[in-house]
């Protein structure tokens, strides 16, 4: 489902836990980590959107979460050609995004990133708020630190600083900006014999 200009609804999902922490999910079998996002069906609204992708991205339901807040308007980051599929070629430009922030009411434990046959993270861990946008692929990065920007304002107290550096914290995995110690992975589901 494609809007006039090409760009495909999509929700993003920023959750935080009690200490104003946010969910970082790295992309199965690949060296990336991201926040939680997923396409609106056909006849959803963002928000069933959202807690069907929460489910099926993080295995939380909607009472594990409380909305904090959600962007204001549609986000919009454009993919490279070399991104699309084939078939999409010449009608999809990208993703225009409608982001929540969310509470963690839950448990870590209540996080299962196999609650569906096709999961889309094999590992988590919580990051301090501004997570580092140089981990990040680079055409989403500028819709990242905008859903950050804007969301903050549910999270820090007036006058405080908002505007931190984004980047990985001294000592800090060179590759990902997260301590390798700090990493839930998932293992593999064991494998039936032929």
């Not at 986000?75 to 929540?100: A, C, D, M, S, T």
């Not at 046959?117 to 094999?122: I, N």
Request: glycine letters at 8%.
């Amino acid at each position: 489902m494609l809007d006039k200009d090409g760009y495909r609804p999509n929700v993003g999902i920023i959750l935080l836990n009690s200490r104003n922490e946010v969910f970082w999910g790295k992309r199965v079998k690949q060296h990336s980590w991201q926040f939680p996002q997923g396409g609106i069906k056909y006849g959803e609204s963002p928000e069933q959107a959202m807690f069907r992708e929460l489910w099926e991205e993080v295995g939380l339901k909607s009472e594990h979460v409380r909305i904090v807040g959600r962007t204001r308007e549609w986000l919009r980051y454009e993919v490279p050609e070399q991104w699309i599929r084939r078939e999409l070629r010449g009608n999809y430009r990208g993703q225009k995004q409608i982001w929540f922030l969310l509470r963690l009411l839950g448990r870590d434990c209540d996080v299962c990133l196999r609650a569906t046959t096709h999961p889309e993270f094999d590992a988590w861990r919580w990051h301090e708020y501004w997570v580092p946008l140089e981990t990040v692929i680079e055409f989403k990065r500028d819709v990242y630190q905008q859903a950050l920007l804007e969301l903050s304002r549910f999270v820090f107290k007036p006058g405080r600083p908002h505007a931190k550096a984004m980047h990985p914290r001294p000592g800090a995995h060179l590759e990902t900006g997260v301590p390798a110690a700090a990493v839930v992975s998932v293992p593999e589901p064991p494998t039936e014999a032929a």
